[in-house]
């Protein structure tokens, strides 16, 4: 089967998952693991989200509003933006992901920085598409540096605001003169999955 897959899809290297618990404790046959690796909640599920859970299951045999009316009619009234300006995923790997397959092509290519969520240089590698890694400084997105490895063929930059591995964030100061600078065909995406920890002032709102 190998050969039919194609050869930038072969290049992809496998993801690996944070271990579960129950594989720890089997391996190392310890008991009362404490597990810190993955965007887990150890204070157990909302018992609001539990709640939505059991009252949707009730209705799984239709499919659901693709559209997701009703979420986005509260988002926008909470953010203050129209509903055409909210796009909804499945975990906003899904948005990451949805964003490579509509912007990139064999042709048309993304900045990402080189240590940075796994999922960005996926999504790019997924589509075939050229991927141009840009080293961290000082464990920070360099932002001089994407936007000046931008050129023509550049589609995308994703900018993990925080961080994901290294825990930075990028000032407003830094992100404003990189929109100066970047090229004005070139679509940047400031992931800000974690913004909700950030409690330094210079933190941009990118909404
Ligand atoms: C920076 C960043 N963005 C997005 C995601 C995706 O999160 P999810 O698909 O669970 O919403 C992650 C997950 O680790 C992340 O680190």
Known sequence: MKVRIPAHVRKIAVYVAGKPMEEAERQLGIHQVVKLASNENPLGPSPL????????????????????????????????????????????????????????????????????????????????????????KDYRHDLPAMAAA????????????????????????ALDAYFRSVPGHVLTVVDEAYCDYVTADDYPDCL
């Open 150 to 173: 931008c050129d023509r063929r550049t589609a995308l930059v994703y900018i993990g605001n925080p961080n994901n591995p290294t825990g930075t964030h990028v000032d407003r100061a």
């Open 49 to 136: 989200a539990l709640g939505a859970i059991r009252e949707a299951a009730a209705r799984v045999n239709r499919y659901p509003d693709s559209l997701g009316y009703e979420l986005r009619q509260a988002l926008s009234r909470r953010l203050g933006f129209p509903t055409e300006q909210i796009v909804l995923g499945n975990g906003s790997t899904e948005i990451v992901e949805t964003l490579a397959k509509t912007f990139l092509s064999r042709q048309r290519g993304a900045v990402v920085a080189d240590q940075s969520f796994i999922m960005y240089p996926i999504a790019v590698r997924t589509m075939g598409a050229p991927l141009t890694l840009v080293p961290l």
